[in-house]
């Protein structure tokens, strides 16, 4: 009978050709797992390296490239300030100091207000032809005065009224019954200010209706100066005709039409840098 420690000798040698058998099988088993595993690894580290070089290719172009797009900005940028000078050049005869209202007087301003719409009033063939709405109610108060707050708009209207009475009184026949300049409306559907270091320019449109009587055989040159602006002209904003009426001033038909007219006015402005 083998002794106690024999039998330990071998039962320590079968233990360990157990763990030697199970190491082996797991060596045998996982070690192509571990191979493949480490091969996936390679090709998703080579594929992340082959797109971050594609996509870094495509946000980096070459200086030829971005110096090209740079001037191609700053010949849009150019175009931009060209175009908004053009209206704003244009209505210049909109922002005149016709009455000097900086002063902040209001009876000064109410004085030079009353002796422009004479000059216009004489110029249209009739002293009480020009309406301002509200902005002119206070005429019919004794020592009646404009509001502080209404002297840019009385100034705005009046250049108005001046730029219409020259252009309608170029036909010496035609007299002015009535011009009522209404409240301005802001330009339709204006898009947002861009985010860019240019002029920005926006509009505001005043209404005007006129009712006179010309020579019908002038009419069509008359209306022809008020929707064709000469590209240098600085006297003569931009304006549409929105509605015309015609009827024949008397039975005898002597040339003579009455018109009622609706005119638009385009009042441009320069909004300023975009922040």
């Known amino acids: 009978m083998p ?11 079968v233990v360990g050709a157990v763990w030697v058998a199970a190491i082996t099988f797991a060596a045998w088993m996982l070690a192509p797992r571990v191979r493949e595993a480490l091969s996936l690894y390679q090709q998703v580290g080579d594929a992340e390296a082959l797109l971050d070089t594609r996509v870094k290719a495509d946000l980096k172009p070459s200086m030829g490239v971005t110096m090209r797009y740079q001037d191609i900005k700053g010949q849009m940028e150019k175009e931009a300030e060209a175009c908004a000078y053009e209206y704003l050049r244009h209505n210049e005869c909109l922002n005149r100091k016709i009455l000097e209202s900086w002063r902040k007087d209001p009876y000064d301003l109410a004085g030079k207000f009353l002796k422009v719409k004479r000059e216009l009033g004489d110029k249209a063939g009739n002293p009480d032809f020009l ?3 509200k902005l002119d109610d206070w005429e019919k108060e004794e020592r009646g005065k404009p ?3 209404d002297f840019g708009e009385i100034e705005k209207r009046t250049c108005i009224a001046a730029v219409l009475v020259e252009l309608l009184t170029s036909e010496p026949a035609t007299v002015i019954q009535l011009m009522s300049i209404g409240d301005p409306t802001p330009g339709a559907q204006a898009p947002r200010v861009p985010p860019a270091e240019w002029a920005v320019v926006r509009h505001n449109v005043y209404p005007v ?3 006179f009587t010309t020579q019908f055989s002038s009419l069509g040159r008359l209306l022809n100066q008020i929707i064709i602006v000469p590209p240098s002209a600085i006297n003569t904003p931009c304006m549409t005709i929105s509605r015309i009426r015609l009827e024949a001033a008397d039975a005898k038909g002597a040339g003579t039409v009455k018109v009622e007219l609706r005119v638009d006015v385009y009042d441009f402005y320069k909004v300023g840098k975009a922040s």
């Open 131 to 133: 309406e301002l709405g």
């Open 3 to 13: 002794s106690a420690k024999t039998k330990r000798l071998i039962s320590s040698g």
């Open 209 to 211: 209706d006129a009712q």
């Open 147 to 149: 509001r502080e707050e």
